[in-house]
């Protein structure tokens, strides 16, 4: 039994003296494109991750305004941060990446329009790209819900997430990511402070004005009465959740695993900022 096994041995290592130089060659020749294969994976699970932690910021976005108003209006709150979403991602894929991304001029995009032939600036595949763009789409949009909170219907709040979704976020993305104006000038956002967050701040301030504040909210000589929110906890837990989804938020932005030093920064500075804000 023994001399069989050691012949065994023999006669495969005598096959792997054969064919051992041909396969290191191959091996040679294949390993940079087997390198690139597997670094564009890694892109492409990077990106999705991103895009996974953006829309699960939605949750967070629900649980922060739910637990700062008053348990007879969580339901209806709650609907809106769900539904404007689902009418964010609608609207982004049949209008708006076009409007945002697409050829046109230094002010809209106009190609692409329900993800046709659609131009892809990244280096990642078209539907992952979309899907990345499309959560910052409903994170610009749902910035409103906490700001005219308790006072909008829930039909209007549906148009208003319906315009700014598919007409209002990507004009202004165009600006910046699409190759329009303030690109050419040098503009920069690497993570949608501007494009994502000032657009959503914008919106919600110009709300907020035009609603005014909620009722009960002052007394008879114009001094302001506290409406103490129903859930603290859930307020809480909506911020830490946020706190993790913003991870993905800006660290995916870089759209690829290539650069560690800048994804580190930017994953430390993401931190810092939360922890010096709180």
């Not at 945002?100 to 190609?111: A, C, P, R, T």
Request: hydrophobic share 55%; net charge neutral.
């Amino acid at each position: 039994m023994v001399v069989k096994k050691s012949y065994g041995w023999l006669l495969l290592a005598a096959g792997l003296a054969l064919c051992l130089p041909g396969t290191v060659a191959q091996c040679a020749e294949e390993a940079p494109a087997l390198r690139s294969l597997g670094e564009a994976g890694l892109d492409v699970v990077w990106v999705l991750l991103g895009a996974f932690l953006v829309f699960f910021m939605q949750a967070g976005f629900g649980m922060v305004e739910a637990g700062f108003i008053r348990a007879k209006n969580v339901c209806n709150i709650l609907t809106k941060n769900f539904m404007d979403y689902c009418a964010a991602s609608i609207m982004f894929f049949l209008v708006g990446y076009a409007f945002m991304f697409g050829e046109g001029n230094g002010f809209i995009g106009w190609s692409g329009f329900g993800m046709s032939e659609a131009p892809n600036p990244s280096g990642v595949p078209t539907w992952a790209f979309w899907l990345f763009q499309a959560a910052f789409c409903g994170a610009g949009a749902t910035i409103v819900a906490g700001a005219m909170a308790e006072r909008m219907k829930f039909s209007a709040y549906l148009m208003y997430t319906v315009f700014i979704s598919s007409l209002v976020y990507p004009i202004i993305g165009h600006w910046v990511w699409g190759g329009g104006w303030l690109a050419k000038m040098g503009f920069v956002d690497f993570a949608g402070s501007s494009v994502v967050h000032a657009t959503g701040g914008w919106a919600a301030c110009i709300g907020a004005v035009l609603l005014g504040a909620r009722i009960g909210k002052f007394n008879g000589d114009g001094k302001p009465r506290a409406i103490a929110g129903h859930s603290i906890p859930l307020a809480s837990l909506g911020v830490f959740i946020l706190w993790f989804g913003w991870f993905g938020f800006n660290c995916a932005s870089s759209l690829s695993v290539g650069d560690g030093e800048i994804i580190s920064l930017v994953a430390m500075n993401t931190n810092l900022a939360a922890a010096a804000g709180a």
